[in-house]
């Protein structure tokens, strides 16, 4: 697939040019038409360049001028990986920190981490915890956006929302560089096992899988638990997101032995960069890193594993942060890459439709 | 989560001794009952051992049991990997040697790539290779039921399949060790891409993603582009599948660079140990190995790339192949393991199946 970004600008000589090959051997069996053109016209492409002068300078601006198109479609992005101690005020001045050495680093798109402004909460049930949630707008986006207006940049958050009274959800908010909120969207899939109790603290969300507009694309925007589910990538890549992005909050129990720790993030990875080849996307996944104690003292806590990582639409990793630090992970992602990918897996093209329809059952016993 | 497959044993020899642990310390707060209740029981277990001789002795009898059972799960699978030539006959040699081989072994389980008794005739569209279909059942079936009795193993197939005049699929027959039809897959999903011409060939499967019954297992069965796409695997994992496989033909061109290759074959790899992952499920690939030239000569041909592999319902690699060598890979497959995973990662529990109504649309524009 590579090298075949000037591909249309060959094709626009070669259609000026097509009388010059009236001659051609034409080819002299239907089904290989396709496949026949296509080569000729990669053989034939430098052929013409060194054709005649005007020609040739006509195709070296053409060359400049893509390769200046191709750098424009480059976002880059950075992931803020940190670990959240109990003061959300040190928390949420970590993450501006971190923003800002991003936004000077030429990044346009931000993503923090899953309840980046507080310790992750979920490891006891404990109703006083829903003090923590606040209402969306609110305080918690006045700061954020401004934080994106200083900055600059495009801003992914993820914060506990207040709806309602009994109403909770886990919420991530995005914000355009002017500080404005993009949009919202809430966590759809919620876990539920020891030390991870959100079903305690998040209701599911009922709004559509649809990705965030923004300036620099559409925004593909779920959250952790979110991220196991191929439902919720083919959602959004339906819906015409440019790149999916999962704030998240995973880590090591001190119960497993290290080579099931090792399958656990691994296949994390895996499943994500699984969402990246069936949709033909990029996807940023960002996580928390550090030990934070079982505030009950019943479990060992967790140590949460980092290992943020950016993978472009065949699920190749373009950059990952380590397991322990904390830090700012830069990546250029080539937004055009994708119609590429698509064009040569063309796996919407081919979807089943009208045999999908049991998707929508739990089991089919 | 390893070290798990005891737990009900121990759960077991804790209720019928539960009285003598009236006095223990109950957990006082609800939300940690649970994982109170779980860590107490682990760290009885050894306590419980020792308690007394005849306990000790009906453990020892227990855990020896269950170690039998443990062996009896794992299901050992051959994936053979072949470079096929013209001859069909000589295809069909080649295949029934490495399944002698594989039940020699020890295989219950053998699994062929996808139209091993042929090359890769879709390089170009000739009605001419419409000969080549046949009817299921008919002489092909026959002869491979044939082969699966001799060795005694369940055996995977993959066969052009002649339904009717003018209506050919490319179908998956599965045989079980008595050499009788345990079921068909039509292929559900047909790409279409230079040197891929499936689309001439092959009629979309119109069955339903359902598992095949085996003395093995409930077999997931879809063939190569199938293997693309998240919803397939579902479908299987939600019909009861014990395991996912996949039959393929797939390369490189000569017109991509090495990265690109690498890329692709990555990319290959990842999206079915996505489908492990995402559905707690194992997953076989068995894909054909060597060169085919284009009959045509339009294109330098396909260099089949290998790698046929086997993993667990984590993603894990049990097995894997080279890319240029014939052979019989063999892996043990613990049939068990989806179980525990699936208790930990229980993503089929919280499928938001009322709002996944959308993917049976073509796009959500």
Chains 1, 2 share one sequence.
Not at 163 to 179: I, K, M, P, Q, W
């Amino acid at each position: 697939m590579q090298g075949k970004a000037l591909f249309p600008l060959f094709c626009l000589l070669i259609r000026l040019e097509l009388a010059n090959f009236a001659n051609s051997k034409k080819p002299n069996r239907r089904p290989l038409t396709r496949l026949a053109r296509t080569k000729k016209t990669e053989e034939r492409g430098p052929f013409l360049i060194v054709r005649t002068l005007p020609q040739s300078l006509f195709v070296s601006f053409i060359m400049l001028y893509s390769a200046m198109e191709q750098k424009n479609a480059l976002l880059r992005t950075a992931l803020v990986q940190i670990s959240c101690s109990d003061s959300t005020a040190a928390n949420r001045e970590n993450n501006v920190r971190r923003v800002t050495e991003a936004a000077a680093k030429g990044a346009r798109l931000v993503v923090l981490q899953e309840l980046h402004d507080t310790r992750y909460f979920c490891q006891t049930e404990d109703v006083d915890n829903f003090n923590l949630a606040l209402p969306v707008p609110g305080e918690a986006t006045d700061f954020y956006g401004s934080v994106a207006q200083e900055a600059g940049v495009v801003l992914v958050t993820s914060l506990f929302e207040r709806r309602a009274a009994g109403l909770y959800h886990n919420t991530a908010v995005v914000f355009e560089a002017d500080g404005t909120i993009a949009g919202t969207f809430r966590k759809k899939h919620i876990p539920d096992d020891p030390a991870y109790y959100e079903k305690f603290y998040f209701t599911p969300g009922d709004d559509a899988w649809r990705p965030i507009n923004t300036s620099v694309g559409r925004l593909g925007v779920q959250v952790c638990w979110d991220q196991w589910y191929p439902e919720g990538a083919r959602l959004m890549a339906l819906a015409g997101a440019d790149l999916l992005i999962y704030p998240t909050a995973i880590g090591y129990s001190a119960d497993d032995t290290p080579e099931e720790q090792q399958r656990q993030r691994e296949a994390w990875r895996t499943v994500q960069r699984g969402h990246a080849v069936a949709n033909g996307l990029p996807v940023i996944a960002v996580n928390r890193t550090g030990f934070e104690p079982d505030p009950s003292g019943q479990t060992a806590g967790i140590r949460f594993w980092g290992c943020s990582f950016v993978c472009g639409p065949q699920g190749e990793i373009l950059a990952e942060a380590g397991e322990d630090e904390e830090g700012v992970l830069m990546a250029d992602i080539d937004l055009g890459r994708s119609e590429q990918v698509r064009r040569w897996w063309p796996f919407l093209r081919d979807r089943r439709i009208d045999r999908y329809e049991d998707l929508t059952q739990r089991y089919l016993d």
